[in-house]
């Protein structure tokens, strides 16, 4: 299961997540939520704003899910939130459940290093002292 | 008259705020009905001036998925210009 959402994540949508990965053969469940920090690189953050090439995103977030779960023999899932995030909120969800934790840890792991590396989506960082996209090429911070 | 071949180049985060669109059109040679990527990309250098430093530093998607570079594109195709993604 995968989702890209403007939705604002909430326990509501981690349950769904976990229920969805739950099996009767798994004697571990990791979750992980990635939080929008209020600091980057020693700027005070005020929110992030994240875009996503949805069709692709999708796509491509579901193909990660398909490798952790074969990689690890473990069951993932994982929710994405875009548009306007607050310090503090939910921006990624992710569940996983595997027949021993280790897996479940690993996949976990795997999937949200992953998704930093291969799913269309970008965020745009705004901060008290200024606005920029993180990862700009061109961006003298980057 | 006919209509010009042309490919809609979708833009993303950094670039469309640079194009200010979300989406810049690229003519297509008359003689043309496909391109390679590298054709493409010589195009919207010459087209989109405003992006032209920015593409070395970008991925294209054909039809949601990342090339491999050896692909051809024609009118009709999805094609996305795709700079360093920062999910998560």
Not at chain 2, 35 to 63: C, F, K, M, W
Request: charged share 20%; proline share 5%.
């Amino acid at each position: 299961m995968v989702t890209i959402t403007q939705e604002t994540l909430s326990f509501e949508h981690l349950h769904e997540l976990v229920q969805n990965v739950q099996r009767d053969s798994a004697g571990a469940v990791v979750t992980f939520h990635g939080t929008v920090r209020n600091s980057s690189q020693g700027h005070a953050i005020e929110y992030l704003e994240y875009e996503a090439y949805r069709p692709m995103a999708e796509n491509e977030l579901q193909k990660i899910i398909n490798e952790a779960d074969e990689r690890f023999s473990a069951q993932c899932a994982a929710m994405h939130r875009v548009g306007r995030i607050q310090v503090g909120e939910t921006s990624v969800l992710i569940a996983v459940s595997s027949a021993h934790r280790a897996q479940a840890f690993d996949a976990c792991r795997f999937v949200m290093d992953s998704i930093k590396h291969t799913v269309p989506i970008w965020k745009k960082e705004v901060a008290v002292d200024g606005v920029w996209w993180v990862e700009d090429p061109l961006s003298k911070s980057s | 008259m006919p209509n010009t071949p042309s490919i809609e180049v979708l833009l993303f985060g950094t670039l469309k705020d640079v194009a200010h669109a979300n989406h810049v059109v690229v003519v297509l040679p008359t003689d043309m009905s496909t391109l390679s990527l590298e054709a493409l990309r010589g195009l919207i250098t010459q087209q989109h001036p405003a992006l032209a430093r920015y593409l070395p530093h970008v991925r294209i998607a054909v039809n949601c998925e990342y090339s491999s570079g050896d692909e051809q594109v024609k009118p009709g195709d999805e094609v996305a210009l795709i700079p360093p993604v920062a999910g998560g």
